[in-house]
């Protein structure tokens, strides 16, 4: 069984900053690519930034310049980390990861149960 534990959501006022965490857990063989999603109310879950094993990574367009996306393999942990926030920002955020589960084989993806973030004065 694999599991995602995001952490690092709560209430921001415009131009600060988050960092959120996602820590994976249980049968890995292989963490492959990971990233963060969102969905905000009355809209549908869109990407933010993935990031490869190698640490390639990619953003959406409208958070280049203001979110970084890594991660540290050695603790199986995703980050994001968010500056100059704007209320259009606000969203629930969601990490999803790409995992070989021992003893399988075959990968498959897995993700978190959601971290709240509110961008609000």
């Known amino acids: 069984q694999v599991q995602l534990v995001e952490s690092g959501g709560g209430l921001v006022q415009p131009g600060g900053s988050l960092r959120l965490s996602c820590a994976a857990s249980?049968?890995?063989?292989?963490?492959?690519?990971m990233g963060w999603y969102r969905q905000a109310p009355g809209k549908q879950r869109e990407l933010v930034a993935t990031?490869?094993?190698?640490?390639?990574?990619n953003y959406a367009d409208s958070v280049k310049g203001r979110f970084t996306i890594s991660r540290d393999n050695a603790k199986n942990t995703l980050y994001l980390q968010m500056n100059t926030l704007k209320p259009e920002d606000t969203a629930v955020y969601y990490c999803n990861a790409n995992v070989q589960v021992n003893p399988f084989p075959f990968k498959r993806d897995y993700w978190g149960q959601g971290t709240q973030v509110t961008v609000s004065s």
């Open positions: 990031i490869t094993t190698g640490g390639s990574t």
């Open positions: 249980g049968s890995i063989s292989r963490l492959n690519a």
